[in-house]
């Protein structure tokens, strides 16, 4: 069965005992260490130093690309010679693309820019230049080195443990875990153990140490973390995802649909043992495959690692929308036999629900958020991933999911918030689902796999070959089920919930409330890809929830802002919240200003009360939004971008961003994010589409600044300039967004009609070794010396046609 049976692993997967060229056993690695020492008499650091080139240079890897400085990095221990793994770089500095983080801030790629090419790449290490990355780069002896060592012994046990109970052919072998508790929790805590240290690495102590090595490790060592690298690197080495891809079908999908109190067991293992089994593996796997940015070694290697091992787990992929659209099913099953009654009143839910029932009840939902938490961590970054869970089929048994599998598992569980619940399920439990299903559908609409597709890695159905974005067609495809009224709907029963909490009316987890309005205003917003699609949002009375939205994350607890109040954790966490409710409201309101009537209405307002486009203007806040945020740069972007589209082809809302200060704002924002070419180029582009819509414009909007105009008009056209020229934009424009490739056009597009001087230079890889610098030809000029722009007879055309004519026995 291919969906239960991920049987394409290798069979041997003891990583030390691997007969490879290429692959060096941890034992071998930590006694050429102490030869080293000893024979040559070196420091614990030299030796180590030593050690490392010399593997590299009998694996031919050795030299610039490869060396000892690279892999250990310059992050030395207090105790002679460890070495953490953290601090390990190579090929000057790899930086490739990291995961978008929940509650709607998008964290565009980070990428490195080479200075004789044009364009902009995400370079990639392949996994063979990474020989040693599975070993512990320590000194044996060292405090690090001893705990690192034990945790790693610990880790292979728990792999092989887990493998151990996968057949040939795949499947689990359930006979194994029959009618044993113990062992139930022998495999939790193994595959708690594996998550635990591809995600962190060595931050968690094991109690096995010993206070022999805990007392040897000082303070600042205990509390800190080393990269995952070695364990992830295991983990790929000995293809043990396979292993957790088939502990994924230790619960059967088709019973899920079912009630829970009828929930058939796929196996001779107990349902709670099943399910707990269950939540294990999905937990274990999400955490593989999540980007973690505290813990990562800072040369993205680790961030390689987990993209090729998404890459392998598309397969899976079918598995998981199978077991969310069971879970849904399920639940969805539950609130129509009972919670409420159609007139509202609650049931006597004591015959109905035992404590056994109730239990499996909140597992089952927590399962549910752990699977959607899954997909979104297994489709962030993995374009191919993204495409196998919307095209994924579901059971023929879900009748109630007759959709396209991934588009309609979602859908359904975005509707679970319109199903009556057993009365077990939580409000915030509720939410927590909603946040995780707007997660995922963010995540599938948005195109950020941006590795280089002529660079294989090796994983099933991988990224290679893979260069186009999947984003519009996924979106559309939610577009035609109908999701925007479920979102819409949320929206609005969110962002009142989260006005009572604010004023401490509400009796419910504001943090959880927040977290889920940040997360359907980013859905709403990958989805607005088109004008149909706003359209359909607007007339489900959208404009009045992303106003009310932006106006909470602009409102701000004086209190939290008093000296020395704004130091506590609480009210530091409250404040990042509203900043990112503030930068989703305003990402939503700069895609839905790509239509032309709504962004005015966005930016004026509009007096038409019974209109579902009417809302105050949003302008103050969004402005309002710029001067609390000042250093957030995603909001900044959002707020310079969102100021560009309301200003373009509309000259009232460009006059409306002037007299209301928006200049100022955006030059301030340029000069803060000097560094930041989203925030550079969305700021020229605003300064660009508001100074040249207002100067080709007569004050009744029928005139060009070509044309004879009064003096009047010319003197609002100096104000115009003059009012983003005081405030020193000229100098802003060609220093800062002038500098970067990606803002070098809307730079000289503002330069250019604020009537500044100014032309365009063009390099290439040659030009910079003969420093030769080259302006383009703009339109207009002349390219021909010899042209002439008026007409004159010219003796020399006519005795050409002349004796042409009379070679060929013709006259002219």
Not at 529 to 548: R, S, Y
Not at 647 to 663: F, H, T, V
Request: charged content about 20%; hydrophobic content about 35%.
């Amino acid at each position: 069965d291919e969906t239960t049976a991920f049987h394409l692993r290798p069979t041997q997967h003891n990583t030390d005992n691997m007969s490879s060229s290429t692959l060096l056993s941890q034992e071998l690695f930590d006694e050429t260490i102490l030869e080293n020492e000893e024979a040559f008499d070196l420091s614990p650091e030299e030796a180590l130093k030593e050690t490392v080139d010399q593997f590299l240079s009998q694996l031919g890897l050795g030299g610039v690309v490869c060396s000892a400085d690279l892999l250990l990095g310059d992050h030395h221990d207090d105790d002679s010679g460890a070495v953490t793994n953290g601090a390990a770089t190579e090929g000057g500095g790899l930086d490739v693309a990291a995961a978008d983080g929940d509650d709607g801030v998008d964290t565009p790629p980070r990428t490195t820019t080479t200075t004789t090419t044009t364009t902009t790449t995400v370079q990639t290490i392949p996994t063979q230049l990474l020989p040693l990355s599975h070993l512990i780069l320590s000194h044996p002896h060292s405090s690090h080195g001893k705990h690192a060592r034990l945790n790693r012994s610990h880790f292979q046990t728990s792999l092989e443990l887990l493998d151990g109970l996968v057949g040939v052919d795949g499947k689990i072998a359930h006979v194994a875990l029959a009618g044993s508790d113990d062992k139930v929790k022998e495999v939790v805590a193994a595959l708690e153990n594996v998550g635990r240290h591809c995600m962190l690495g060595d931050y968690y102590w094991n109690e096995e140490c010993g206070n022999e090595c805990a007392q040897s490790v000082n303070q600042h060592e205990r509390h800190s973390s080393s990269s995952p690298l070695p364990y992830l690197a295991i983990f790929q080495r000995t293809s043990s995802i396979y292993t957790l891809m088939s502990f994924l079908s230790v619960v059967d999908p088709d019973t899920l649909s079912n009630s829970i109190t009828t929930l058939t067991p796929t196996s001779t293992c107990s349902n709670n043992n099943s399910l707990t089994i269950l939540q294990t593996t999905i937990r274990t796997i999400s955490s593989i495959l999540s980007s973690s940015p505290n813990h990562d070694d800072k040369g993205g290697k680790c961030a390689l690692i987990r993209g090729e091992l998404r890459d392998v787990f598309v397969p899976a992929l079918g598995r998981v929308v199978g077991l969310i659209g069971g879970f849904v099913s399920g639940a969805a099953a539950n609130g129509n036999e009972g919670g409420l009654n159609e007139n509202g009143s609650t049931m006597d839910n004591s015959t109905k629900e035992n404590d056994d029932t109730v239990t499996t009840i909140t597992e089952k939902t927590s399962i549910l958020t752990n699977l959607l938490q899954l997909g979104t961590n297994a489709t962030r970054g993995c374009e191919s991933g993204k495409v196998a869970f919307v095209l994924a089929t579901v059971p023929e048994s879900m009748t109630n999911i007759s959709k396209r599998g991934g588009v309609a598992v979602l859908v359904a569980c975005l509707s679970l918030a319109q199903t009556t619940l057993p009365s077990t399920t939580t409000t915030t439990t509720m939410n927590k689902i909603l946040i995780e299903s707007c997660n995922l559908l963010s995540s599938l609409c948005r195109y950020d796999d941006f590795r280089d597709p002529s660079a294989s890695t090796g994983g099933a159905i991988g990224a290679a070959g893979v260069n186009t974005s999947s984003a519009h067609d996924h979106a559309m495809e939610f577009h035609r089920a109908g999701v925007e009224s479920l979102l819409v709907k949320i929206a609005k029963e969110v962002l009142s919930q989260l006005s009572l909490e604010e004023g401490g009316e509400g009796g419910g987890d504001v943090v959880v409330v927040e977290r889920l309005a940040i997360a359907v205003l980013t859905a709403l917003r990958v989805l607005a890809v088109n004008d149909e699609i706003i359209q359909t949002m607007v007339a489900l009375g959208l404009l009045p929830v992303v106003t009310k939205a932006l106006q909470l994350g602009v409102t701000v607890d004086e209190s939290t802002t008093a000296v020395g109040v704004g130091d506590n954790a609480t009210n530091k966490a409250s404040t990042i919240r509203k900043q990112r409710l503030t930068a989703a409201s305003l990402g939503l309101l700069r895609n839905l200003c790509g239509n032309d009537e709504i962004k005015t209405n966005l930016c004026l307002g509009s007096s038409e009360q019974t209109s579902p486009s009417s809302t105050p203007s949003t302008l103050p806040y969004l402005l309002q939004a710029m001067q609390i945020y000042p250093s957030i740069a995603l909001l900044q972007e959002h707020a310079c971008g969102t100021l560009a589209a309301m200003a373009l082809r509309r000259p009232a809302n460009a006059r409306a961003i002037i007299e209301s200060g928006g200049p100022r704002l955006i030059l301030l924002a340029m000069k803060l994010h000097e560094m930041n070419v989203n925030v550079q180029r969305q700021g020229a582009l605003a300064v660009r589409n508001i100074v040249s819509r207002l100067l080709r414009e007569t004050t009744d909007g029928s005139a060009s600044t070509t044309d004879a105009s009064p003096a009047g008009i010319v003197d609002e056209r100096s104000t115009i300039r003059d009012a983003f020229l005081e405030l020193g934009a000229e100098d802003t424009l060609r220093s800062i967004a002038g500098r970067h490739q990606g803002s070098v056009d809307e730079a000289y597009a503002a330069l250019r009609d604020l009537g500044c001087t100014v032309s365009l230079v063009k390099f290439d890889a040659e030009d910079l070794q003969s420093n030769a610098v080259k302006r383009p030809m703009m339109f207009g000029e002349k390219h021909n010396s010899n042209f002439r722009p008026v007409f004159d007879d010219s003796e020399d055309l006519t005795e050409g046609l002349e004796g042409a004519a009379s070679q060929f026995g013709a006259s002219v």
